[in-house]
Nanobody, 124 residues
């Protein structure tokens, strides 16, 4: 069982930066692939970024690649999402998720645990 709690959301102007953090409980955090997803009003939840537990390899959606960076600290049971050059279209609730799969997956259905989400609002 893994419990996830996100923090770091807020209101920022376009072009600004935010850093989201996700704190995980559970002794086997290092064995989970960790992902970030987001959901804007009226839209489906979409993949943002993922970091693999076995290789530390990362992957990003095309819309955030080059602007966002995902990282994990297994000693602290945390995964972070550094978001730079934010755009109004990045506005959404951001969710942290954990997957038992040893591969990077953008599919929300492959994730077993979810946080409650944190709101990110980017003003133009």
């Amino acid at each position: 069982q893994v419990q996830l709690v996100e923090s770091g959301g807020g209101l920022v102007q376009a072009g600004g930066s935010l850093r989201l953090s996700c704190a995980a409980s559970g002794r086997t955090f290092s064995r989970y692939t960790m992902g970030w997803f987001r959901q804007a009003p009226g839209k489906e939840r979409e993949f943002v970024a993922v970091v693999n537990w076995a290789t530390d390899s990362t992957d990003y959606s095309d819309s955030v690649r080059g602007r966002f960076t995902i990282s994990r600290d297994n000693a602290k049971n945390t995964v972070s999402l550094q978001m730079n050059s934010l755009k109004p279209e990045d506005t959404a609730v951001y969710y942290c998720a954990a997957s038992n799969q040893p591969v990077n997956t953008p599919s929300a259905s492959q994730y077993d645990y979810w946080g409650q989400g944190t709101q990110v609002t980017v003003s133009s």
